[in-house]
Nanobody
């Protein structure tokens, strides 16, 4: 079973950029489809972006054109580059690793965007 550790998020002004990193250990990283989710206060956790084992990507409509997900299998890492951040992007961001029907989650990291 894979273990996931996200990098520290942070506080950024609207219009700014931030990159999140999630590092995996404990299993063969390249076997997993990876994703980033977020949960704002009082809201359900939602998909932000995902990248398959083969490198195919999918984005939530709200982040298309602003966020980019990538992975480096040599470093067991998945990244989320966030540009043109908006206050509504404020949330706890979670890394997810999926293998078949099994999901593993990171501990989450807070991203706050000030207006």
């Amino acid at each position: 079973q894979v273990q996931l550790v996200e990098s520290e998020g942070g506080l950024v002004q609207a219009g700014g950029s931030l990159r999140l990193t999630c590092v995996a250990s404990g299993d063969i990283f390249s076997r997993y489809d990876m994703g980033w989710y977020r949960q704002a206060p009082g809201k359900q956790r939602e998909l932000v972006a995902e990248i398959s084992r083969g490198g195919s990507t999918n984005y939530a409509d709200s982040v298309k054109g602003r966020f980019a997900i990538s992975r480096d299998n040599t470093k067991n890492a998945v990244y989320l580059q966030m540009n043109s951040l908006k206050p509504e992007d404020t949330a706890v961001y979670y890394c997810r690793a999926r293998l078949w029907a099994s999901n593993n989650w990171g501990q989450g990291t807070q991203v706050t965007v000030s207006s």
